[in-house]
């Protein structure tokens, strides 16, 4: 797939793709895509995986397209190619091998560090290098700047990049970053890592991404809602009664306990990813498709959710986290959160969002879950059986039920939980789902900011937040144990069923088998 008349006809698809997508992207002109943090697991296990997904889709041409790893670690172009090679081999490539090495022989790799001028010199004089050699014209060529990295480093890194890596953009050329979340710890840590970065770079130039926003499902989430008729009347506060976003992962930290034990699962999880998923559920219809349109109905939601209270919280932390040896004996820091938040507007006033995660839990998944409120005059005295709802796996197994009562076959009049099932797995067969990553870094490189975070949606997010993470960092607020392999806390279920949320008991979906 690496090479052939496929690709040639991606390629094509290419070229007028990106145009659509900005019209300043140029006709000519070399695209370099510089890795920044390129030894570290995030490039080896994410980045460089989707950008050889991209190169076997034909969507980055190896004519025009060369790609830079950077980072302190003193190793060759051969070293890097040899870590990340174990990480492309998958059963999406039709000669893994032969396009496994033809995409190592695109990477080259330069040593500097972050924030000293004779790694980005070099780093410049590289990238100018293959821009010559591929004749392209001073200020056509592209350079996507990924930072791979901890944000600590952000500010030097970008001043670097300003100083030293620009491109001309007078004839169409562009600079474009990629930063990575977290974006800071609290509003007053994220607004000032925003100033240090916009101080070098225009908004347009600067794409935050948060890989929940390139999910599959979540990107059929506009769809869903405003391209079908039968769902405009139903969602709103005289239907549904309330609507989850979860997220559940069935191992702990691993590894990670000192990197997550300074942030949680609040930072880590809800805060960016379920929010994210909560303004695509709640955002009123954008004017257009235009990426400033959406970001401006997202906003809106933000701008839209009460203060939250303290009362309709609930924190856990799963027992053993502390005998990690990087977390501290006394952490007070939650690997499981409920938290409910309220939308004062005309469309949800009194439908609470309750937003979930947590880890080492009792299932892996991700999912929207809309309960509809009961059905009035209730003739078939099946309440007790459950709710309507409107579930939407993001992970694993991605799908889209409704759930529903029907009546039991046979001679009886008995009624039954089951299901209008899409089941991505079944309806799409040999259709290959791309990853988060792969679409929002061809996003980068059309200029499309759709499914990115804005600065001052960014903002609205962390002040939703941190009043509550202050006073978890300041010991006001604990967290409860809860078993590893079980459901989190009970009085997390608790809070959801105050809350409006009625579980539905001897009912499971059951993904449909090919």
Not at 172 to 190: C, N, Q, Y
Not at 283 to 309: F, G, T, W
């Amino acid at each position: 797939m690496g090479s052939g008349k496929w690709c040639l006809q991606k390629r094509d698809s290419f070229r007028s793709d990106s145009l659509s997508g900005n019209e300043n992207v140029p006709e000519t002109g070399c695209l370099s895509i510089i890795v920044l943090g390129a030894s570290g697991d995030l490039a080896k296990k994410k980045t460089f995986p989707a950008l050889f997904n991209l190169y076997c889709q034909g969507f980055l041409p190896p004519d025009e397209v060369h790609i830079f790893g950077y980072a302190r670690t003193k190793i060759s172009d051969d070293d890097l190619r040899n870590r990340i090679r174990g990480y492309l081999v998958n059963d999406r490539s039709a000669s893994p091998s032969e396009d496994v090495s033809k995409f190592l022989q695109l990477i080259q790799y330069v040593s500097g560090s972050y924030d000293g001028a004779e790694g980005f010199q070099l780093l410049d004089k590289e990238i100018t290098k293959h821009e010559i050699s591929k004749s392209s014209q001073e200020g056509s060529s592209r350079r996507l700047f990924y930072l791979a990295l901890p944000p600590s480093v952000y500010p030097s890194v970008c001043r670097m990049i300003r100083k030293y890596c620009m491109n001309k953009s007078d004839l169409g050329g562009w600079t474009r970053i990629v930063v990575e979340k977290p974006f800071g710890k609290d509003l007053d840590s994220a607004e000032q890592l925003s100033s240090q970065i916009g101080e070098l770079f225009d908004e347009p130039q600067i794409y935050r991404i948060d890989h929940y926003l390139g999910k599959e499902l979540v990107q059929n989430l506009l769809v869903l809602r405003f391209a079908n008729r039968f769902f405009l009347p139903l969602w709103n506060r005289d239907n549904i009664d309330n609507v989850q976003i979860v997220f559940r992962e069935d191992f702990g930290t691993e590894g990670r306990g000192g990197y997550f034990d300074e942030y949680g699962i609040i930072r880590d999880i809800i805060q960016n990813h379920l929010l994210q998923v909560l303004c695509l559920v709640a955002m009123e219809k954008p004017v257009s498709l235009k990426p400033e349109h959406i970001r401006d109905e997202k906003v809106k939601v933000l701008q839209s959710v009460l203060p939250i209270k303290d009362e309709e919280v609930v924190l856990g932390q799963y027992e053993g986290y502390r005998d990690d040896p990087t977390v501290p004996n006394h952490s007070n820091t939650p690997t499981f959160a409920t938290v409910i938040l309220r939308i004062h507007n005309e469309r949800w006033e009194g439908v609470p969002f309750i937003l979930k995660a947590g880890k080492a839990l009792n299932s892996r998944k991700a999912e929207i879950r809309v309960q509809f409120k009961d059905v009035p005059g209730d003739i078939f005295k099946c309440q007790k059986q459950g709710r309507n709802e409107f579930v939407i796996r993001l992970q694993p197994s991605e799908a889209m039920y409704m759930k529903l009562t029907v009546k039991q076959p046979g001679l009886d009049m008995s009624t039954v939980q089951s299901e209008l099932d899409l089941s991505y797995r079944q309806r799409y067969q040999g259709v290959t789902i791309p990853e988060a990553y792969e679409r929002l870094i061809l996003d980068t490189i059309r200029g499309d900011q759709q499914h990115f975070v804005r600065r001052d949606e960014l903002k609205a997010a962390w002040e939703i937040f941190t009043p509550l993470l202050h006073r978890i960092d300041n010991g006001e607020m604990k967290p409860i144990p809860y078993r590893t392999g079980s459901r989190g806390p009970a009085e997390a279920d608790e809070l959801s069923a105050k809350a409006g949320y009625v579980q539905t008991h001897g009912y499971i979906w059951i993904p449909p088998t090919l």
